[in-house]
Nanobody
Framework: QVQLVESGGGLVQAGGSLRLSCAVS????????MGWFRQAPEKEREFVSA????????VYADSVKGRFTISRDNTKNTVYLEMNNLKPEDTAVYYC???????????????????WGQGTQVTVSS
């Protein structure tokens, strides 16, 4: 059974940084396209970033482009989301997701993803 466990969330001031991690177990990470999504209170879950199986292709939402960086270490079965210059509007629960389809270019559609973590809270104060 595939399990995804996020960590690294917390409270940070605007302009600060956090690094989220997503540990994958049950299958080797290298078979999955991986994504990060987030959900703010009373809002729909939205796409943040995704990375192809080898890490050669990445995709970002316009709202985080230039501030967030997704990466993966298949040897550690872990995906990361480095978040810099955080803004109050980045406040949300952040979810890691795994897609079994080996897209060359990762997809940003929530329905594409097969497995989800429980989420980690990120709160950015102004």
């Amino acid at each position: 059974q595939v399990q995804l466990v996020e960590s690294g969330g917390g409270l940070v001031q605007a302009g600060g940084s956090l690094r989220l991690s997503c540990a994958v177990s049950g299958r080797t990470l290298s078979i999955f396209t991986m994504g990060w999504f987030r959900q703010a209170p009373e809002k729909e879950r939205e796409f943040v970033s995704a990375i192809s199986r080898t890490g050669s292709n990445t995709v970002y939402a316009d709202s985080v482009k230039g501030r967030f960086t997704i990466s993966r270490d298949n040897t550690k079965n872990t995906v990361y989301l480095e978040m810099n210059n955080l803004k109050p509007e980045d406040t949300a629960v952040y979810y890691c997701a795994a897609d079994r389809t080996p897209w060359v270019v990762p997809r940003s559609t929530r329905a594409e993803y097969d497995y989800w973590g429980q989420g980690t809270q990120v709160t950015v104060s102004s």
